[in-house]
């Protein structure tokens, strides 16, 4: 079975500051790994996602993610926090085409000025 | 840029009645699929619908919903008898299906079951 745990339902910065959203994985088998972002009364938005490519993935908006497979991990950064990320944050697998994704609980960003 | 839509944004209903929530999926897409998020809760995967069948589905998935696409466009997610705890935002999403490929969300519609 596939599941994943986000460390860290809130998460505050200050603007300018690292973004580290925690993201951690269980499956039996070589994952599919996304991150999304719903901002306010709106849909999911990818973000980026990892496919058995390169372990560092670049996403939109200046965000990144780490494949780490010792780790079961895929943790979500951004060198400086900007106003606009505030929202919140999504992290799901999926093993096969097709198949359903299984998100975490999501993390809200908070950026303090 | 092709987008999924949903209608309508909010639907407000009474317990026991029926609604039916509507998506347009992107158009090229092969896989559809319905996921809901009570409030403050993650996403919970309902169902996942390819080549005119469900694929699979969650253990929310009972026998008040099913889903159908009734013409080469929609894909329509009904329950018949609402629930309280059916309200909730409901996201449709579609995929090309290939191994790897995201899944694109709608904008989702809030139903509220009074």
């Known amino acids: 079975a596939q599941s994943v745990t986000q460390l860290g339902s809130h998460v505050s910065v200050s603007e300018g500051a690292l973004v580290l959203l925690r993201c951690n994985y269980s499956?039996?088998?070589?994952?599919?790994l996304f991150w999304y972002v719903q901002y306010p009364n709106q849909g999911l938005q990818l973000l980026l996602k990892?496919?058995?490519?390169?372990?560092l993935v670049k996403g939109i908006n200046g965000f990144e993610a780490e494949f780490k497979k010792s780790e079961t991990s895929f943790h979500l950064t951004k060198p400086s926090a900007h106003m606009s990320d505030a929202a919140e944050y999504f992290c799901?697998?999926?093993?096969?085409?097709?198949?359903?994704?299984?998100f975490g609980t999501g993390t809200s960003l908070t950026v303090i000025p | 840029e092709p987008e999924v839509t949903q209608t309508p944004s909010h639907q407000v209903t009474q317990m026991g009645q029926e609604v039916i929530l509507r998506c347009v999926p992107i158009s090229n897409h092969l896989y559809f699929y319905w996921y809901r998020q009570i409030l403050g809760q993650k996403v919970e995967f309902l169902v996942s619908?390819?080549?005119?069948?469900?694929?699979?589905k969650s253990e929310i998935f009972d026998d008040q919903f099913s889903v159908e696409r009734p013409d080469g466009s929609n894909f329509t997610l009904k329950i018949r008898s609402t629930k309280l705890e059916d309200s909730a935002m409901y996201f449709c999403?579609?995929?090309?299906?290939?191994?790897?490929?995201?899944?694109?969300f709608g904008p989702g519609t809030r139903l509220t079951v009074t």
């Open positions: 499956s039996s088998v070589p994952p599919y």
């Open positions: 619908f390819y080549n005119n069948e469900i694929s699979e």
């Open positions: 799901a697998v999926s093993v096969d085409a097709g198949n359903q994704f299984y």
């Open positions: 990892y496919t058995s490519a390169a372990t």
């Open positions: 999403a579609s995929s090309r299906g290939l191994a790897g490929s995201e899944q694109y």
